[in-house]
């Protein structure tokens, strides 16, 4: 069965430094997304990504946060110089349909920053 | 931000028997429900959805029920096993597949 698949699973990184997340969806999905969740608190939406452009994005995706398609099957997270409160669970997502809300999870990269 | 409030955190359930777990929520423009189930180590996985035109929807063992003059969401799986011991976050979306999540209750199916 076709899965998202995320890397790395787990990432320790100082404070300031630049983290990427790296995700490749099922591979004839066209709507692209990123969750997260910090522990102990909801999933919560970060940004959704479709025809090589941002879709939407939540107050949390601020200027510190970027998305990329670089090569048609890779979708990446950037986080650029990391603050504590980007510790978290990252999730990815997609799906085939735009509409619906049944995503296709991937098992998150655990970020800890330090 | 308390849109979606998933007011119990576990719930403990023995075999056999039915689990029902519910959903508040304060928005009325929400256009589909859903439910996802997580278990530890793993992303969320979808379990099943409702439209807003609706009020139930089964699947198997699985219903999902939605009184939109109560803005209520309720689970029941019956009957219940232990592999459905897992967090079951209530979702919402109103377009876009930007969905809110619950807090998730903590399912815990015993023998």
């Known amino acids: 069965e076709p899965e998202v698949t995320q890397t790395p699973s787990h990432q320790v990184t100082q404070m300031g430094q630049e983290v990427i997340l790296r995700c490749v969806p099922i591979?004839?999905?066209?709507?692209f997304y990123w969750y997260r969740q910090i522990l102990g608190q909801k999933v919560e939406f970060l940004v959704s990504f479709y025809n090589n452009e941002i879709s939407e994005k939540s107050e949390i995706f601020d200027d510190q946060f970027s998305v990329e398609r670089p090569d048609g099957s890779n979708f990446t997270l950037k986080i650029r110089s990391t603050k504590l409160e980007d510790s978290a669970m990252y999730f990815c997502?997609?799906?085939?349909?735009?509409?619906?809300?049944?995503?296709?999870f991937g098992e998150g990269s655990r970020l800890t920053v330090l | 931000d308390q849109q979606v409030k998933q007011n119990s955190p576990s719930l403990s359930v023995q075999e056999g028997r039915i689990s029902i777990l519910n959903c508040d929520y304060t928005n009325s423009m929400f256009d589909y429900f859903l439910w996802y189930k997580k278990y530890p180590a793993e992303g969320p996985t979808f379990l099943i959805s409702i439209s807003s035109i609706k009020d139930k929807n089964e699947d198997g063992r699985f219903t999902v029920f939605l009184n939109k003059s109560a803005k209520h969401l309720s689970l029941h799986i019956v009957p219940s096993q232990p592999g459905d011991s897992a967090v079951y976050f209530c979702?919402?979306?109103?377009?876009?597949?930007?969905?809110?999540f619950g807090t998730g209750t903590q399912l815990k199916v015993e023998l």
């Open positions: 979702s919402l979306g109103g377009g876009g597949n930007k969905l809110t």
């Open positions: 591979s004839n999905h066209l709507y």
């Open positions: 997502a997609s799906t085939g349909t735009s509409n619906t809300g049944e995503l296709f």
